[in-house]
C-alpha cells in the first residue's frame, strides 16, 4: 500500500455495487447488502481476510432501478470511493443480509474489469492523494492560490456562517465545529455534502467532480441552498435542537483514522424526523404516568437502534400502537332516555327486559356520571335478535360499537395478547378492538361466548374474568402492551345460547339477560315491521309489486317453520322474493312468437302475461312457491292407542315438544329404553316404573293377563322419538308415568295436552326450568293445555297475556294431580284407598 509517491489503494478491487446511497472520501455510510455478488463478497473477502489489505473495497454506485434490477452484471459506474469496512454485521431478518460501516478513502477509475463472479473484481486506478487527509489544515489550499484558493475561502466562509446559525450546545453541532477547524480545505466538499440535506444524485455530481475547483462548484450551491432554508425556517418559528437536526444528520460510530465524527444519509435523516413526530405523539396521547415512562424508555432505545435491527421494527410498532390507543379519548352519552325507548322500539318488537335494563343505565348515568359500564350476558336461542340488539343499544347511547367473535376460539393469547419476546407478536382482541374504535367507552359485544374452547394454550374463558370483572378490569394488562388499560368505561355485552357451557366463575362476573324466544303474534309483527320491508329492499322489490297478508305470514311461521328466532322465516320470505321478481322480470318485456300451422303462420302470443300488481301472496301461492307445508299443528293424529304421551322439552334452540311412546309384550319384566337418553332420563324412567308398581292397586293396573304387578310376566319399551337427538334431564317424569299409566290402563291420554315436571319416588313434582321456552313450544304446536309443576307458577308471569288467556294451565303438586288432569274425566283411584291422615302440630 506504501511506495515512492506516499499511501496508495490496492490496484486490484473487489467492487460493492450499491443501491442506497453514496459513499464520499471523508464520510462513513452504513449500507444493507444482500444481492448474492455483494453476499460473497463479504462472505468470502470481509470475513476470511487477515490483513488490513482486505477490509478495502471498492463502492460504486448502481444507477439501474432497483426495481427491475436483474443478475445481469448493470454497466458501472466509472469513478467510485475505496473504502475501509469498519463494521460487518449480519442478521436473517427480514432476510439473510449483511450491513456495513464504510469509510471513504479516496476516488478510483475502473481500469478494467477482471471477473464478476462470485464477486466483481476490477483494476482500479487511484484519482486522491491519501495524504491530504493527514495534512494538518494549515498546509492546505491558501487564498493565494488563484481562483481556488478563492473557492476554498468562499466554502470555508459559507460553512462557518451556516455553525454561527445552529445551537452549539447540540452534539452533532459540535462536532461539526471540530470538523472544519480540524480537516484540510481540499477535503471540505465532499465532508460537507454528505453531512447536509442533499440527494444522491446530488452527491453523484460530487463524486464525478475530479478537479477541487470543479468540486467546490459543485458543493458550494448546496451549502447556499441550506443557508437560505435554515434562514427561512428561523423566519417561521423559533430555532429548536430537532430544527438542527433537520439540517446536519447523525450516523453513530463513523470512525476516521485519527478522529471520530458523525454523518448521516437521507434515509436516515428523515428517520431522525419521524422520532421526533413519533415523540411528539407520545407526549400529546394523554397517557397514565405508567405507560408514559415506559414508552420514553422504548422511545430512548429506539434512538439508539439502527434500522437493520429486527428489534427496531418491533419496537416502532409497539410505540406506534401506545400512541394510536385511546387513553383518554371518550364519546360523550345520549342520556335522553324519551328518544332512547323511540328508539329501541322502532329497532326491535318485544325484548321488554333488555330495554328496560338499558333505559336503567341511561337513568343512572344521568345522576351519576361515573358509573362503571355494566356487564351483561344475553341468553337465548338463535335467531332472537342477541347481537343485533346489542347494535342497536350502542347506537342508542350514541357510542362506538365493536363486535368480536369469540365462537371457536382455543387460545388466551386471542384475549391478552402475546408478549413482545415472540416473533409475529401482536395485542389481544380486546386493545386492538379499542384502537379501531378509537375511543375508550364502545360497546363491545362478545359474541357466542358459550362456545370457547380449551387448548395446550391456555383456557380464553378464564383470560376474560380478568375483562369481565368490574372490580379488576379498570388495570386490564394485555401482555403486549405491559401496561394497564382502564376498561372500567366499556359497556361489554355478552351473548349465548345456553349458560350450560360457560364456567361458573366467568357466569358469576355476568348479569344475565333471559332472551326467550318469539310467539306467533310476535313473529307475525317482526315480519310486518322488519323482514319484509328489509327482503323486498334486498330484491329489488317495492310493496306496489309485492303484498304479503298477514293470514299467510302466520302460515309460513306456523307450518313451515319450526324455531324460537326468526332467521328461517326470513329467508322464506327471501324465496318468496326471489320468486316474485321472476315474475316481474319476466313481465317487462313479452315476446312475441310465430307457429307454422297448415294454413299459413299465425302470430301468438306468450301464454305469459304480465301480472297484476301488486302481487298477492295467497295460501295457493304459498304452496307453489315454499312446496307443501312441512309441520301440521294437529298433534292428536299421534294419539290413537294407549303408551302415547307429549312432554315439553327445553334446548339451546328453544322449546321443543317431545312424544313418549310405550308398548309392552310378554317376557321377563325387564325395561328398554331407546332414544339416545342421558343418565338422568333412564333415572327418570326407573323412578316411573317404580312408582307405578307401588301403587298399581290403587290406579287398578295391570299387567297383559290382569295380574295386579304391571311388570309381572311383561317387558316395557320406552321411545323418545327422535332417535338421532341426545336427550338428557329430568323433566319428562311425570310424561313417562303419564304415558305407563295409560300404557297399563289402555286408556289414551288426551290429545290437546302436554307436560312437564321433575318427579320422586314419594309422587311429587318438583319444579324444572325453561318454562317460558316450553311453553311456546306447545303454543306453536296447538296444545291447549300445559301441567307444570306447582312451584313453577311464578314462571307463567313471563308469558305473554295473549299466551296465557289461550292456553289451560294445571299446576300440579303431585302425581295424583297430573293423571287426573291428563285423562278425560280424570284417573279413578280404588274406593278403599283411604286419604293420607292429617297431621296436626303439638306445639
Not at 467510485?80 to 427480514?94: M, R
Request: hydrophobic share 40%; glycine share 8%.
Amino acid at each position: 500500500m506504501t511506495s515512492g509517491g506516499g499511501i496508495q489503494i490496492p490496484s486490484r478491487l473487489p467492487l460493492l455495487l450499491t443501491h442506497e446511497g453514496v459513499l464520499l472520501p471523508g464520510s462513513t455510510v452504513r449500507f444493507s447488502v444482500d444481492s448474492a455478488r455483494n453476499m460473497h463478497l463479504v462472505s468470502q473477502r470481509l470475513l476470511k481476510g487477515t490483513s488490513l489489505k482486505s477490509t478495502i473495497i471498492g463502492v460504486i454506485p448502481n444507477t439501474r432501478d432497483p426495481e427491475h434490477d436483474t443478475d445481469d452484471l448493470p454497466t458501472l459506474h466509472k469513478i467510485g470511493t475505496a473504502g475501509i469496512a469498519v463494521q460487518v454485521v449480519g442478521s436473517n431478518w427480514p432476510k439473510p443480509h449483511y450491513t456495513l460501516l464504510i469509510t471513504g478513502l479516496c476516488r478510483f477509475r475502473v481500469s478494467s474489469l477482471l471477473k464478476e463472479r462470485p464477486f466483481v473484481l476490477a483494476e482500479v486506478e487511484q484519482l486522491d492523494k491519501l495524504e491530504q487527509y493527514t495534512t494538518p489544515a494549515t498546509e492546505g489550499i491558501t487564498a493565494g492560490d488563484g481562483e481556488l484558493g478563492e473557492l476554498s475561502q468562499k466554502f470555508y466562509q459559507a460553512a462557518v456562517q451556516l455553525l454561527g446559525m445552529l445551537d452549539m450546545s447540540v452534539p452533532v453541532v459540535a462536532k461539526f465545529r471540530r470538523l472544519l477547524d480540524s480537516l484540510p480545505r481540499e477535503t471540505l466538499p465532499d465532508v460537507v455534502a454528505s453531512m447536509i440535506r442533499t440527494s444522491n444524485k446530488e452527491k453523484l455530481q460530487v463524486l464525478d467532480a475530479l478537479s477541487l475547483e470543479e468540486r467546490f462548484k459543485k458543493a458550494l450551491p448546496m451549502l447556499t441552498r441550506q443557508i437560505e432554508g435554515l434562514k427561512l425556517l428561523q423566519k417561521t418559528r423559533k430555532t429548536s435542537p430537532d430544527n438542527e437536526k433537520r439540517v446536519l444528520s447523525v450516523r453513530k460510530g463513523g470512525v476516521f483514522p485519527g478522529r471520530q465524527f458523525n454523518l448521516d444519509e437521507e434515509d436516515e435523516d428523515e428517520d431522525g424526523d419521524d422520532t421526533a413526530v413519533l415523540e411528539r405523539k407520545v407526549h400529546g396521547a394523554n397517557m397514565p404516568e405508567a405507560a408514559l415512562r415506559v414508552c420514553l424508555k422504548e422511545l430512548k432505545r429506539l434512538k439508539k437502534m439502527p434500522q437493520s435491527m429486527p428489534e427496531y421494527a418491533l419496537t416502532r410498532n409497539y410505540l406506534d400502537l401506545m400512541v394510536e390507543l385511546p387513553w383518554s379519548k371518550s364519546t360523550k352519552d345520549c342520556l335522553d332516555i324519551r328518544a332512547a325507548r323511540t328508539l329501541l322500539d322502532n329497532d326491535h318488537y318485544a325484548m321488554d327486559k333488555l330495554k328496560r335494563r338499558v333505559l336503567e343505565y341511561l337513568a343512572v348515568r344521568q345522576l351519576k356520571t361515573s358509573l362503571k359500564g355494566p356487564i351483561l350476558c344475553f341468553v337465548g336461542p338463535p335467531g332472537v335478535g342477541k347481537t343485533s340488539v346489542g347494535r342497536s343499544i350502542a347506537r342508542t347511547l350514541g357510542r362506538e360499537f365493536h363486535r368480536i367473535a369469540l365462537g371457536g376460539v382455543c387460545d388466551q393469547s386471542d384475549i391478552r395478547g402475546h408478549r413482545r419476546t415472540y416473533v409475529g407478536s401482536m395485542p389481544g382482541r380486546i386493545i386492538n378492538g379499542l384502537k379501531t374504535v378509537g375511543v375508550n367507552n364502545p360497546v363491545f359485544l362478545l359474541d357466542e361466548v358459550d362456545k370457547l374452547g380449551k387448548s395446550l394454550q391456555g383456557d380464553p374463558a378464564a383470560a376474560l374474568l380478568e375483562v369481565l370483572d368490574p372490580e379488576q378490569n379498570h388495570s386490564f394488562t394485555d401482555h403486549y402492551l405491559n401496561v394497564a388499560f382502564d376498561l372500567s368505561q366499556v359497556l361489554f355485552i355478552a351473548t349465548a345460547n345456553t349458560t350450560a357451557t360457560i364456567p361458573p366463575a366467568l357466569l358469576d362476573r355476568m348479569e344475565v339477560l333471559q332472551v326467550p324466544g318469539y310467539t306467533q303474534e310476535e313473529k307475525v309483527e317482526i315480519a310486518h315491521r322488519h323482514l319484509i320491508p328489509n327482503q323486498l329492499e334486498q330484491h329489488g322489490l317495492t310493496p306496489q309489486q309485492l303484498h304479503i297478508p298477514q293470514d299467510t305470514t302466520q302460515d309460513i311461521i306456523s307450518r313451515y317453520t319450526r324455531e324460537a328466532g326468526v332467521r328461517s322465516l326470513e329467508r322464506k320470505i327471501g324465496a318468496i322474493c326471489r320468486a316474485v321478481a321472476v315474475k316481474v322480470a319476466e313481465s317487462h318485456r313479452v315476446p312475441k312468437t310465430e307457429t307454422l300451422i297448415p294454413d299459413g303462420p299465425v302470430e301468438q302470443r306468450d301464454k305469459t302475461a304480465p301480472p297484476e300488481m301488486p302481487i298477492v301472496i295467497d295460501h295457493i301461492a304459498l304452496k307453489d312457491i315454499l312446496g307443501p307445508p312441512l309441520f301440521e299443528m294437529e298433534v292428536s293424529e299421534r294419539f290413537t292407542l294407549p303408551g302415547v304421551a307429549l312432554g315439553l322439552a327445553w334446548t339451546p334452540l328453544g322449546g321443543e315438544i317431545m312424544f313418549v311412546e310405550a308398548s309392552r309384550m310378554e317376557g321377563e319384566g325387564q325395561l328398554t329404553l331407546t332414544g339416545q337418553l342421558g343418565d338422568v332420563m333412564k333415572e327418570s324412567a326407573h323412578l316411573a316404573i317404580s312408582w307405578l308398581r307401588t301403587n298399581a292397586k290403587t290406579y287398578q293396573l295391570t299387567n297383559m293377563v290382569g295380574a295386579p304387578d304391571p311388570l309381572e310376566g311383561t317387558d316395557i319399551h320406552l321411545h323418545f322419538p327422535a332417535g338421532a337427538v341426545t336427550k338428557d334431564g329430568p323433566s319428562a317424569g311425570v310424561t313417562i308415568v303419564t304415558c305407563l299409566a295409560s300404557l297399563f290402563s289402555g286408556r289414551l291420554v288426551r290429545s290437546d295436552i302436554a307436560m312437564t315436571g321433575e318427579i320422586t319416588l314419594r309422587g311429587l313434582v318438583l319444579p324444572v326450568g325453561g318454562i317460558k321456552d316450553k311453553v311456546l313450544a306447545a303454543y306453536r304446536a296447538g296444545v291447549k293445555c300445559v301441567i307444570l309443576p306447582k312451584r313453577n307458577e311464578k314462571d307463567l308471569e313471563e308469558l305473554p297475556a295473549n299466551i296465557r288467556a289461550d292456553l289451560d294451565f294445571v299446576t300440579a303438586g303431585n302425581l295424583d294431580e297430573v293423571l287426573n288432569a291428563a285423562f278425560d274425566g280424570g284417573f279413578q283411584r280404588t274406593a278403599s284407598t283411604r286419604a293420607p291422615p292429617q297431621l296436626t302440630s303439638k306445639l
